[in-house]
């Protein structure tokens, strides 16, 4: 089995977020990135599926601050391989892009499986996993929430509103988008990345030129001014703590 | 193309998702703007009776047993067909986990754009303008309608799912499916939610558990405050995924739609999946250290506080109170 997972970095919400001056995009001098959560959830579903059936785990994503750190933390956690697409990504990509540039680096690796995070944190134009699917013409399921397999199919649990799941059976090669992996993504210690550092290699994936300006036509990118915030209680938690037992007895709960 | 405006009717065994009466209000808002018929896309077996208070001009309609669950690959199938064959002004789908796993793999069968997490159409100047939500709903980005085919994913927020129903149900077209008899996906079964004695969408106080809880230690604490209020504990996403609460516990776009009179809502930052479960609770109290989390611009007390010093506070002060 010959599993690969994209991944994608993404803004990190805890950081205060502002706009360029352009005001069609997010000021990236100081933006600090994460990997997108679901994408580590991708890795650790990959991680757990070679540890069941011995699969063979190459993670690929591209150049843009950060990602380096990524990559060696999934050697750290097992990853086979690490790939890296060279190319100026600094001014962010849409998944339309994403997806038509990393498609030939992974037909080459001839995947029976690929994972990506369900959805990541700043898609405007779609997410990423379908895109992939329909480029490389391959059948995509989402909010997938755990995988097995059963001859030349992956039976995936797929997630529903109101704790509903479907179990579907798809076609290998399949795009899984995954929501959670079967258990929370591992934690690694420093010492082992940095010693993934020393052992591990990142080989870089085919070159890509980016298309300018393609994909959704933004006029104007804002920090949504709120009509009715929540009024904020003052004070330490044991004044807060006494005002909200206030509330409660007004809102006839207590 | 046509001015037109399609909306793919969400569906789960055997009745209509929201999002799609919020997709219609969206559409005739739409066509406000641009002239055109809002138009239901149907798929499904046996689900005619489904349209009845759909606010639509028509319903076109596809039925065949392949489609009678949701399929990936038969409903992309299915659409692909329509909206090539009939050129929408634009198509609507929910950003949900249906209308997810196949509005971005038509924009690329189709070549057409796709705007992604739109929760308001509106005009601005003459141009139309859909008011999209990212980063967990901190940003919004207004992007510009191309004149042509287009694709949308919408999100709840920006429409109430009445302004999408209708007394008179529209004219339904029944047409023929695709071949659907090689599909890559397809639902073996589906397995029901694990019951518990405790449905949290019936429960009138919720004591809700984010990722600021830190560790499954905490979520004692939290239990024992929810506890002494006689109320339950319910969480976010990122705490069922660690296992520390039961699925049936999760609140939100995957989770339970809650409507508790009290929702008090700890180190939750308020991600419009998490939102989308609580708009209908009386009153939402929100704990954060974070004074930007989006989770403030929708309750209506907060506080910027160590979670865990507060619930301590609390659990002191609620014993007190009930002698």
């Known amino acids: ?254 | 193309m046509t001015n037109d405006i399609f909306v793919v009717i969400e569906h789960l065994r055997g009745s209509v998702s929201d999002i799609t009466y919020i997709m219609l209000a969206a559409a005739h808002d739409l066509v406000k703007e641009t002239g055109g018929r809002v138009i239901g896309i149907l798929l499904g077996n046996d689900a005619q009776g489904l349209i009845s208070n759909l606010a639509a001009d028509e319903v076109i309609y596809v039925d065949h047993p392949a489609l009678s669950d949701f399929s990936s690959d038969g409903y992309q199938r299915t659409l692909s067909n329509l909206i090539s064959e009939h050129q929408p002004r634009v198509a609507f789908f929910g950003n949900t986990t249906i209308g997810a796993d196949i509005a971005s793999v038509i924009s690329a069968r189709l070549g057409l754009q796709l705007i992604n997490s739109c929760q308001k159409i509106t005009s601005i100047n003459g141009r139309v303008i859909s008011v999209c939500q990212i980063c967990g709903g901190k940003i919004m980005v207004e992007v510009e309608l191309p004149d042509e085919n287009t694709l949308i994913t919408m999100i709840p927020g920006g429409y109430k799912s009445e302004e999408g129903q209708s007394d008179s149900p529209p004219k339904i077209n029944t047409v023929s499916p695709p071949e659907l008899d090689d599909l890559r996906t397809s639902l073996i079964q589906y397995i029901e939610p694990e019951e518990e004695d405790i449905d949290i969408a019936n429960e009138p106080i919720l004591i809700s558990v984010g990722r600021g809880i830190q560790t499954e230690d905490n979520i004692e604490l939290a239990e024992e405050l929810a506890e002494l209020m006689d109320g339950v504990l319910c969480a976010s996403r990122p705490i069922v995924d660690q296992g520390w609460l039961p699925t049936s516990r999760m609140v939100g776009k995957s989770g339970k739609r809650v409507k508790a009179k009290l929702y008090l809502a700890l180190g939750i930052s308020g991600a419009p999946e998490h939102v989308e479960g609580i708009t209908d609770c009386e009153t939402i109290i929100a704990i954060n250290t974070d004074p930007s989390a989006p989770i403030f611009d929708i309750a209506k007390y907060g506080a910027e506080v160590d979670l865990l010093d507060l619930v301590e506070e609390l659990i002191d002060l609620v014993e007190e109170a009930k002698g």
């Open chain 1, 1 to 254: 089995m010959n599993i690969v997972v994209v991944f994608k970095m993404v803004p990190d919400l805890v950081e205060e977020l502002s706009i360029d001056k352009g005001g069609k995009n997010l000021d990236r001098s100081w933006l600090r990135l994460i990997i997108n959560e679901f994408d580590d959830h991708a890795i650790e579903q990959a991680i757990l599926l070679k540890e069941q059936i011995g699969a063979h785990v190459t993670v690929v994503s591209y150049d843009i601050d950060g990602v380096d750190d990524v990559l060696f933390t999934a050697a750290a956690k097992e990853a086979d391989r690490l790939i890296k697409l060279p190319g100026d990504f600094k001014g962010g990509v849409n998944n339309h892009t994403l997806a038509r540039c990393i498609k030939k680096t992974i037909k080459e690796l001839q995947p029976d499986l690929i994972l990506t995070g369900v959805q990541g944190n700043d898609d405007l134009d779609g997410s990423l996993g379908p895109l992939l699917a329909e480029n490389l013409g391959l059948p995509y399921v989402g909010y997938v929430s755990g995988v097995q397999f059963s001859e030349n199919n992956a039976i995936v649990k797929k997630e529903f509103p109101g704790g509903l799941i479907a179990n579907m059976s798809v076609n290998l090669p399949a795009v899984l988008g995954i929501q959670a992996s079967e258990s929370p993504p591992r934690y690694v210690a420093v010492s082992k990345v940095r010693q993934a550092m020393k052992t591990a290699s990142i080989e870089e994936g085919e070159p890509v030129e980016l298309e300018p300006s393609s994909g959704p036509n933004i006029v104007r990118m804002y920090q949504p001014e709120v009509a009715q915030r929540a009024t904020m209680i003052e004070g330490d938690e044991e004044e807060i703590a006494i005002k909200l037992i206030e509330i409660f007895q007004e809102l006839g709960v207590l």
